[in-house]
């Protein structure tokens, strides 16, 4: 079936670039996506990425997909503190025309001062 | 509002007594999606509405578990029976149009719930 991986801890120092992995296992997955989860609080979408696309880049974030590797990244330029959350990859479904996402186990941002 | 609304924020409830989480999606947004986020088992897929009707219903986990949507809009989730194993996370999403999927889901803060 589907499925969704990430590494599940990453610490970096402020100021620094974050970058977050990802892998699916889907080959029909058309549209991939970046949520951000801050404690307490639902998902916030960060931004997604067609799968005729290698690129994205929007403000300080950069996607980038190897779709012959199935492989997603999101890079977070100059991390702030206020980046600290967990991070979900996630894809639409490529099996259903419903949309429902598969999501990857989430990955814990810590930025130190 | 503005964005998804989902209420109570909190539920905290003994084993056994059923319980009803709302939800209240965007504005004009047509497709609806109910989550669960919990420790053992991340974020699961649960059942998707298109207007009024749940076309997949595959993620509901017992049949302890339903939920309806009236008028295109508000869509309670009803757990009969509660188990300790309900503990979790309910989130809802809403989109334009569920069987686009260049249009992302919005997602509201969820319902806390926890069974005693």
């Known amino acids: 079936g589907e499925d969704v991986e990430q590494s599940l801890f990453l610490s970096v120092r402020e100021g620094d670039s974050s970058v977050i992995n990802c892998t699916y296992t889907?080959?029909?997955?058309?549209?991939l996506y970046w949520y951000k989860q801050e404690p307490g609080a639902g998902l916030q979408l960060l931004t997604y990425?067609?799968?005729?696309?290698d690129m994205k880049q929007d403000q300080r974030l950069t996607v980038l997909l190897n779709k012959k590797d199935k492989h997603l990244s999101l890079r977070i330029a100059d991390t702030q503190t206020g980046d600290s959350a967990i991070y979900f990859c996630?894809?639409?479904?490529?099996?259903?025309?419903?949309?429902?996402?598969?999501f990857g186990q989430g990955t814990t941002l810590q930025v130190k001062p | 509002g503005a964005g998804v609304s989902q209420s109570p924020s909190n539920k905290v409830t003994e084993k056994g007594k059923d319980v009803e989480l709302r939800c209240d999606p965007i504005s004009g947004h047509t497709a609806l999606y109910w989550y669960r986020q919990s420790l053992g088992q991340g974020l699961e897929f649960l059942i998707y509405?298109?207007?009024?009707?749940?076309?997949?219903k595959s993620g509901l986990p017992s049949d302890r578990f339903s939920a309806e949507r009236t008028g295109g809009s508000v869509s309670t989730l009803t757990i009969q029976r509660t188990q300790q194993e309900d503990s979790a996370v309910y989130l809802c999403a809403s989109s334009p149009q569920g069987n686009l999927r260049n249009q992302p889901q919005h997602f509201g803060d969820g319902t806390r719930l926890s069974i005693l």
């Open positions: 996630a894809e639409s479904s490529g099996s259903s025309n419903t949309g429902k996402l598969i």
């Open positions: 889907d080959s029909s997955s058309t549209y």
């Open positions: 509405f298109q207007g009024n009707s749940a076309p997949d």
């Open positions: 990425i067609f799968s005729n696309m």
